[in-house]
């Protein structure tokens, strides 16, 4: 799986199957193979996580689908599209592809779960045998590979709000994330926020998580351009446990 970082939340992850874009607002985009599947996630509609200029797309790629958080209204989307569009709830599921066939090589799973701000975060299980090595285990020749993107989930507690407010939020990002684990998810794969504007609470999402649901990758987002929170998570004693998991970019 080939991973890129293009700015902000924006990630792009390649398969040898199929491409994965996630939350694309600004930056630039690596070169697309017009013969993979394109699939495009936006997990809800704030500027930092949306643009229309995602529906240019197709233009250039047919092979798109765009997977869109119900929270983003039916009339942003260009009527030259909408066929190709797919609004995702809180806790729901979607397959591709969505006709089954005993020679189908690759499959995706989408599952949701509900922010803590805006729309969804998402969990992908890909079905990509050319991602694995011969399976030890032949009860699964094409195990999934988990791919988690945040979105805007977060424990986005703040100095500035009164105590409850903060602990209602805390409340509700676990409750999540104990969703995410009983769910039966440890993805291998996490991009999820870590945000210097919380201060010295900007280290809380990322290690709730770890602690709840687990990751064998950490990909920070959601910093605002200040990659310097990287090395400051990694230099917490909290982090002790994960540290050599997490991903340290230094530029988009």
Same mark, same amino acid.
């Given at each position: 799986?080939?991973?890129? @970082?293009?700015?902000?939340?924006?990630? /792009?992850?390649?398969?040898?199957?199929?491409?994965?874009?996630?939350?694309?607002?600004? $930056?630039? +985009?690596?070169? +697309?193979?017009? !013969?993979?599947?394109? &699939?495009? &996630?936006? *997990?809800?509609?704030?500027?930092?996580?949306?643009?229309?200029?995602?529906?240019?797309?197709? !233009?250039?790629?047919?092979?798109?689908?765009?997977? /869109? *958080?119900?929270?983003?209204?039916?009339?942003?989307?260009?009527?030259?599209?909408?066929?190709?569009?797919?609004?995702?709830?809180?806790?729901?599921?979607?397959?591709?592809?969505?006709?089954?066939?005993?020679?189908?090589?690759?499959?995706?799973?989408?599952?949701?779960?509900?922010?803590?701000?805006?729309? =969804? !975060?998402?969990?992908?299980?890909?079905?990509?045998?050319?991602?694995?090595?011969?399976?030890?285990?032949?009860?699964?020749?094409?195990?999934?590979?988990? #791919?988690?993107? !945040?979105?805007?989930?977060?424990?986005?507690?703040?100095?500035?709000?009164?105590?409850?407010?903060?602990?209602?939020?805390?409340?509700? @990002?676990?409750?999540?994330?104990?969703? #995410?684990?009983?769910? $039966?998810?440890?993805?291998?794969?996490?991009?999820?926020?870590?945000?210097?504007?919380?201060?010295?609470?900007? @280290?809380? $999402? =990322?290690?709730?998580?770890?602690?709840?649901?687990?990751?064998?990758?950490?990909?920070?987002?959601?910093?605002?351009?200040?990659?310097?929170?990287?090395?400051?998570?990694?230099?917490?004693?909290?982090?002790?446990? @994960?540290?050599?998991?997490?991903?340290? /970019?230094?530029?988009?």
């Amino acid at each position: 799986m080939e991973i890129t @970082y293009i700015h902000h939340s924006g990630y /792009l992850l390649e398969s040898p199957h199929a491409l994965f874009l996630f939350d694309f607002v600004d $930056g630039t +985009l690596p070169p +697309l193979d017009p !013969a993979k599947e394109l &699939f495009v &996630f936006v *997990s809800h509609r704030h500027a930092d996580h949306f643009s229309p200029k995602i529906f240019d797309l197709p !233009a250039s790629h047919a092979k798109t689908h765009f997977i /869109l *958080s119900s929270d983003i209204r039916p009339n942003k989307v260009p009527e030259s599209v909408k066929d190709l569009v797919s609004f995702m709830k809180p806790h729901q599921v979607l397959e591709f592809p969505k006709s089954s066939s005993e020679e189908q090589t690759f499959s995706l799973c989408i599952t949701t779960f509900k922010s803590t701000d805006e729309g =969804v !975060a998402f969990i992908l299980e890909v079905r990509d045998p050319l991602l694995h090595e011969p399976p030890a285990n032949i009860a699964d020749s094409n195990p999934p590979t988990v #791919i988690y993107h !945040a979105g805007d989930l977060n424990d986005w507690r703040w100095r500035e709000e009164p105590l409850a407010w903060n602990n209602n939020m805390s409340t509700n @990002y676990k409750r999540e994330l104990q969703k #995410i684990r009983d769910a $039966g998810f440890h993805p291998d794969i996490a991009m999820i926020p870590l945000d210097g504007r919380q201060e010295d609470l900007f @280290y809380l $999402g =990322v290690d709730e998580f770890m602690q709840i649901v687990g990751a064998d990758q950490i990909f920070p987002m959601h910093f605002w351009e200040d990659f310097s929170v990287i090395p400051r998570l990694k230099a917490l004693p909290c982090s002790v446990p @994960y540290r050599a998991r997490i991903m340290e /970019l230094k530029k988009d």
